[in-house]
């Protein structure tokens, strides 16, 4: 598991695989670790690194036990409380889905950019929300396995003191809205998912643009203010690494390392 900053999360891991089985053959655990600290301290931003090797039982740390914002890698525990429930034929993978406008969530994922009405199955989301982070999948899936409180529980009771589900993608976006405009702190899903469009001029906003008639159509100048634009990025690059509340879930390292060896 690797834990850093959300902006370096998607680097750490092509360095970490490619040389920790040279590493872990050549160096004890303790000058593993310190090889392992050096090269994290060359990222500019806190990371942590937890590895085993399973066959040796060999262990190596950096701030395995710090508290990190998740990212997407929250989403291991929601495929794996799937396929639990679904061994325990309480979720069914071959069940369809019906994807509508009120479902979709922004950020990465290809979901969003089919028709609405696509009906997947479970289990096909279940793909999208590991292999392309599919935000709408995993919004999807988060309600299919009982809700964040659901989830958190299942973790508690399963041993994970150390993880948790803080809330679902759309709800810090809603929060980090809501800092430009405090009308925004009671916006539904749809209408965050729908502004967060608008903000970045991506061409599915489109498809929400009739929610906001009247009043509401003011919302769409106030997220595309150049001043607001500045406001809503420096605070997403620095809240949703400093701030658990703008966090999409709570991780350390090395309980994500164990939740990896027990799918092993």
């Known amino acids: 598991m690797i834990g850093v900053s959300v902006r370096s999360v998607r680097l750490i891991p092509i360095a970490i695989a490619s040389a920790s089985a040279l590493l872990i053959a050549q160096a004890p655990a303790a000058n593993l670790a310190r ?48 396929f639990l429930l679904a061994e325990e034929k309480k979720l069914d993978l071959d069940e369809r889905v019906t994807i509508r406008r009120s479902d979709l969530r922004d950020g990465t994922g290809v979901l969003q950019y089919h028709d609405v009405g696509l009906q997947p199955t479970i289990r096909d989301l279940i793909t999208e929300m590991v292999i392309t982070s599919d935000n709408t999948a995993t919004d999807l899936m988060t309600l299919k396995v009982g809700g964040v409180d659901r989830l958190n529980e299942w973790l508690a009771n399963a041993g994970y003191a150390h993880i948790r589900m803080v809330g679902r993608g759309y ?48 919302w769409i100048d106030i997220v595309r203010d150049p001043a607001n634009r500045r406001a809503l990025a420096k605070h997403r690059d620095q809240l949703t690494v400093e701030d658990r509340a703008y966090w999409l879930g709570d991780m350390n390292p090395r309980e994500t390392g164990r939740m990896l060896e027990a799918i092993e």
């Open 35 to 82: 090889l392992l600290e050096a090269e994290l301290d060359r990222f500019p931003a806190r990371a942590g690194v937890y590895v085993k090797h399973l066959t040796t039982g060999e262990e190596a740390a950096v701030r395995a036990d710090e508290a990190f914002s998740s990212a997407s890698v929250i989403k291991i525990p929601i495929m794996v409380r799937a």
């Open 171 to 218: 709800e810090y976006r809603r929060k980090l809205l809501a800092l430009i405009d405090s009308r925004f702190a009671n916006l539904t899903a749809e209408e965050t998912t729908a502004l967060q469009y608008a903000s970045q001029d991506n061409p599915l906003f489109e498809l929400f643009r009739p929610l906001f008639t009247g009043d509401r159509a003011a």
